[in-house]
């Protein structure tokens, strides 16, 4: 790949690191300039990709780009969070919420729409939700505060609820939540549980790590519930 480097006198000049190339990268047009600075906004996308990405929708056929941006406008207009169980929806209440075959007394909580999408995909859950919106992380200035924490307190004093499960990640922010919240709801009368953690099938025993390995041991079910 050619890359020129240009100076502010627009020179080219060679041998520049390339961090200084990305931080002083000049543009022919401010148009494209506006587009590459916004883009490079989105986590995970450097300058250099966003300029790539740029240069890649101007190549398209102008009416997939207009659908893009169209997408993008209805996307932050009209999207809502539902007002029952705090994912992103299209509708005040959400489908899953609004859907009566739906077991309205077990709400499983997890941190955000992909761990509802990944446990809808199972096709085995066939309670509720409760998106949190994060986890309880002191480093990064999340406390229980910032989560849809009290609304589940609500949900479970209301008495509709008889089981809460626990489905956030197994990490030091996850345990956090799950006992902050198991704290939370521990004067009602309504079961909590967590997702089973062990051995992922396919995985090999002998490379597990010793936490999860334990853990398995310890939480052993009758063969016949393996199957
Ligand atoms: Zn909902």
Redesign the pocket.
């Known amino acids: 790949m050619l890359i020129v480097w240009l100076d502010k006198e627009r020179k080219i000049i060679e041998n520049i690191p390339r961090v200084l190339y990305l931080c002083c990268m000049i543009f022919s047009s401010k148009l494209l300039e506006n587009a590459v600075s916004e883009v490079a906004q989105l986590p995970g996308i450097g300058k250099r990709t966003a300029l790539r990405l740029v240069l890649h929708l101007l190549k398209q056929p102008k009416s997939q780009t207009h659908h893009l941006a169209e997408a993008l406008i209805q996307l932050t207009e009209e999207i809502v969070l539902?007002k029952?169980?705090h994912?992103i929806?299209d509708v005040e209440?959400?489908e899953?919420?609004a859907n009566p075959l739906r077991k309205k007394e077990v709400i499983c909580v997890v941190e955000d729409i992909r761990d509802v999408m990944a446990i809808e995909n199972t096709g085995q859950y066939k309670g509720l939700?409760h998106v949190l919106g994060g986890k309880i992380s002191p480093i990064e200035g999340v406390g229980p505060q910032h989560l849809t924490i009290d609304t589940l307190v609500e949900k479970v004093r209301s008495g509709a609820v008889k089981e809460v499960v626990f489905a956030l990640s197994s990490t030091v922010e996850g345990d956090t939540t799950n006992f902050y919240i198991f704290k939370q709801l521990e004067p009602f009368d309504v079961a909590v549980s967590t997702i089973a953690r062990g051995i992922a099938i396919g995985d090999e025993l002998q490379y597990a790590d010793q936490l999860t390995l334990g853990r398995s041991i310890l939480h052993r079910v009758p063969f016949e519930k393996s199957l």
């Open positions: 539902c029952q169980c994912n929806s209440v959400c899953i919420c939700y």
